[in-house]
């Protein structure tokens, strides 16, 4: 199952006692994290007794079960929480799948990590419990979807074309697609339906041809490209982090596009399964012609690495931002 049925189930019922999220998409992991823990000790004041976090980093399985079996203080539910699952001891992993097999009901234990060896006896116990959720990035389709729950969620029904609008606009970056549509939920008041007027009277514009400018100066390794097109786009007031989350989901096209040519689809074909319209298809062939996969790996590690420091350096965002474009065009 997908994370976000882990999200849906979160919120039309009370959490169940063990939650598995593996996978990349941090925002809904972190999302169903919110979920869990608000439907098991809520916002009381006994809430600082009821909740516990461990880390995986040399993760002690008995200290994990032993708090998830201890009865809640003054309340009907604990939440135990336990990050980078992946991180901890295969050992300990497997001790914890005892528990995961026969969990106490009166507490909710999520655990989260970005992979686990779906051998091992922790996702077998979990998928057989049906409390394994994969957490992959979402596709532009899938993004349409939860763009559309989400508003549904905070009481404003978007349409279809609003949805598409909002992608067009922002992406596959979940956090922004969210911020806006809190944006969009107050500017067309309780109860309203989002239509793309809304939207375009809301949310700003990337503009396609410039970050595919830049996308394709990264494929050439022009670095004094680049630069441009990413400084029109600083220009026209584009956050450097959103400028970087464009970057990084047409890169995720190009991957996709080379997968989609390499297993033998035809051009429009492959367009399709990389999340693209069909007349990109040819350009967006030629990129995936110039990318090699270890140009691809290295990119997405610079793209990782430019978020976190865009996200908690204190250097002007715009610099961050620009030396990791002059890293991305160094062959």
Known sequence: MH???????????????????VGEETFLIERAVGLARAGAVGAGGMRGFNDDVFQGQG???????????????????????????DAAPLAEQTALAAYVADPNPSTCLVCTASKLDGRGALPKAAKKARALFDAKPLRAREVHAFARS???????????????????????????????IERLSLYVGAGQRIDATAVAACVTHVRPATIWALVDAIGLMDDARALR?????????????????????QLRMVARMREA???????????????????????????????????????????????????????????VLEEALMRLCRP
């Open 59 to 85: 993760l002690s399985a008995g200290a994990v079960i032993q708090t998830a079996g201890t009865l809640p203080m003054l309340a009907e539910r604990r939440f135990v929480l336990v990050r980078h699952l």
């Open 229 to 249: 097109a990413a400084r029109s786009l600083l220009a026209d007031r584009e956050p450097p982090l959103r400028i970087l989350a464009m970057v990084a989901r």
């Open 150 to 180: 989400e508003a549904k969620a905070r009481g404003n029904p978007m349409s279809p074309d609003a949805a598409d609008a909002l992608v067009e606009a922002l992406g596959e970056d979940l956090s922004a697609v969210d911020d806006a």
């Open 3 to 21: 994370v976000l049925d882990a999200i849906e189930q979160l919120r039309e019922h009370a959490p169940g006692p063990v939650y598995v999220l």
């Open 261 to 319: 040519l390499a297993s033998g689809l035809p051009e429009g074909d492959a367009a399709k399964a990389a999340g693209a319209p069909p007349f990109k298809a040819r350009e967006l062939k030629a990129s995936a012609r110039r990318f090699t996969l270890p140009a691809l790996e290295q990119a997405f590690e610079t793209l990782g690495a430019t978020d976190l420091a865009l996200k908690g350096s204190k250097r002007p965002p715009e610099v």
